[in-house]
Each structure stands twice: as structure tokens, then as C-alpha cells.
């Protein structure tokens, strides 16, 4: 039983991090209504500008991070003004193919910028585990459920709240209407992948904290695919619900069927629940429910 109890618990904590992940897919749907499938390799530069900046410009920790945050955001705005803004108005199938060659691109500069090699990503978190009666947990993964929180809250705030916030909505609804009541769509989406990016990177820091990576860690990005449209392209609460329901999942799948069919199944699990539901209801849990009027 206290095993089970560990199965599920480090399974939440570990999809609440996912969650984290998936708030930068959303963030962006909900605000520009594209789908970044390039999302994980802005996930891994963000790690590999922490690396460079701790290991090999030896920089201090208080400096390296924000450093890598604050290039990270400017990475996420530099795409959307280079790459993305010349799009605006043309078919969704021009940024679905756009964002997968933004995705190969990132990745070859990865490859060129940094090799193959595998890197031992800076212990920025303490490594010590964290008991709680029984059970033992990864500090990290504490640390970055509590974060999840957090920024959920924040961005659920920021949305529903701010004046910027209620801007990159309407922005998503509809481009033309947003034009003429002011709203400056451009910045909007601008904002959008900046805080993206952002995010990517703080989740790259949470994840690899003291752990070897290549840019195959990219794959973190593809591992929170289920979470974001499970729970719906444009809740942010939802995410974190998803993030929650996808980790539980994991972690039953491995302690009941990893041991009968001999591993695997807790990976492809979250995949499993994701065609699922979206066979049920594909707007997702929490998608909003589009009605047009003919």
C-alpha cells in the first residue's frame, strides 16, 4: 500500500510539472490560436543557456538565471516578430508547418551551437530529498508543483484581471474585431510567446536540475503534449487539473501494468487517456465550446 501511496504521489508531482510545460502551449493557443510544436525546443535552449551561462561563463546562479530567463523571453518575442508575424492572416496550415520547421531549425542550431555530447545540467535547486512520514520525494519536483501553482494562478489572474490580460484574449478570438477596438494584436502576441518562452526555460531548470542532458531532453516538450490537450487548449486551470489527472495515471500504470507487460505502458499511458478523451470531447475537459451563427 505505502508503495502504491509513493507511485501516486511523485506521479502527481511530476504531471504538475508537465503542467507547467502545457501552460506554455496554452498561453500561446489562447492568445494567438497557434499550436508550438516547437515547444520543447525552446524548453532545451532555455537549459542550455543556464548551462553556458553557470559552466561556462562560470557565472553565479543569481546571475545566470535570470540571465537565461530574460534570453529565453527575448527568444520567445524574436520568433514571433521574425518568423510568426509575417503570417498573420494567412490559413492555420502556414503556422502548423511553419512551427514544425521552426522545430527542426532550433533543434540543428542546438546540434551545432552546443553538440551532441551530454551535458551535466547545474545542480540550481538543492538535491536533497524531502520526506514527508514515509514517503521520500524528489526536492525538485516539490519545488516545481509548488512553482506550477503558482505561476497557474498567476496567469489565471493576469488573463482575467489586466488590462493585457483581457487584450490577448480578444486578440484570439478574432483579429479584425480586436483591430478596431484598439487592441494592439501584434503586441499581444508578442507577449504571448515572450511569457512562453519564459516559462519554457523555468521548467527546463525545474527539470534537469543535476541531471546529464542532450538536445533529445527536447522530447520534455512532446512528454506534455497530453496534458495541454487533455485538459483543453485555453485553461489555464484546466492544465493543471490535466496535469494532475495525466501524472495519477502514470503512476498507477506503472505500479498495476508496467510489471505485467514488463515496462513501458506508464510511457505511452498519457497518449492513451489523451486520444480518449479527445474522441469524447475534443475541445478537451475545460475547451472553450466554439457556436457560430449560420
Do not use: C
Not at 492555420?92 to 511553419?98: D, E, G, I, S, T
Not at 483581457?166 to 477596438?181: F, G, K, N, W, Y
Not at 546529464?212 to 487548449?233: C, E, H, K, N, Y
Amino acid at each position: 500500500m505505502l508503495s502504491l501511496l509513493s507511485y501516486v504521489a511523485n506521479g502527481a508531482l511530476t504531471g504538475l510539472l508537465y503542467a507547467l510545460i502545457a501552460m506554455s502551449f496554452v498561453i500561446i493557443y489562447r492568445s494567438a490560436r497557434v499550436f508550438n510544436f516547437a515547444q520543447g525546443e525552446i524548453v532545451i535552449v532555455g537549459a542550455f543557456l543556464v548551462w553556458t551561462f553557470m559552466s561556462a561563463f562560470d557565472l553565479p546562479v543569481w546571475v545566470s538565471v535570470p540571465l537565461a530567463l530574460l534570453s529565453s523571453l527575448l527568444l520567445g518575442v524574436l520568433i514571433e516578430r521574425l518568423i510568426l508575424r509575417p503570417l498573420v492572416g494567412e490559413e492555420l496550415f502556414a503556422f502548423v508547418m511553419v512551427t514544425i520547421g521552426l522545430l527542426i531549425f532550433i533543434r540543428g542550431v542546438v546540434l551545432v551551437a552546443w553538440g551532441p555530447e551530454v551535458r551535466f545540467f547545474p545542480a540550481v535547486l538543492p538535491m536533497a530529498a524531502v520526506k514527508v512520514g514515509p514517503l521520500v520525494f524528489d526536492r525538485a519536483l516539490v519545488i516545481g508543483a509548488a512553482v506550477t501553482l503558482v505561476v497557474a494562478a498567476a496567469a489565471s489572474w493576469f488573463f482575467n484581471r489586466t488590462q493585457l490580460g483581457l487584450e490577448m484574449t480578444a486578440v484570439a478570438e478574432d483579429h479584425q474585431i480586436a483591430l478596431s477596438l484598439g487592441i494592439s494584436v501584434k503586441r499581444s502576441i508578442a507577449v504571448a510567446w515572450g511569457i512562453s518562452g519564459l516559462l519554457s526555460t523555468l521548467a527546463a531548470i525545474i527539470f534537469l536540475n543535476g541531471k546529464g542532458m542532450t538536445f533529445l531532453a527536447s522530447d520534455i516538450g512532446f512528454a506534455a503534449l497530453p496534458v495541454a490537450l487533455l485538459a483543453g487548449l485555453e485553461s489555464i486551470g484546466g492544465v493543471v487539473l490535466g496535469g494532475l489527472i495525466v501524472g495519477i495515471a502514470v503512476g498507477l500504470a506503472a505500479y498495476f501494468l508496467d510489471p505485467i507487460f514488463h515496462g513501458g505502458v506508464a510511457a505511452v499511458f498519457p497518449f492513451v487517456i489523451m486520444v480518449v478523451i479527445l474522441l469524447i470531447r475534443p475541445t478537451g475537459l475545460f475547451g472553450w465550446k466554439t457556436i457560430e451563427r449560420i
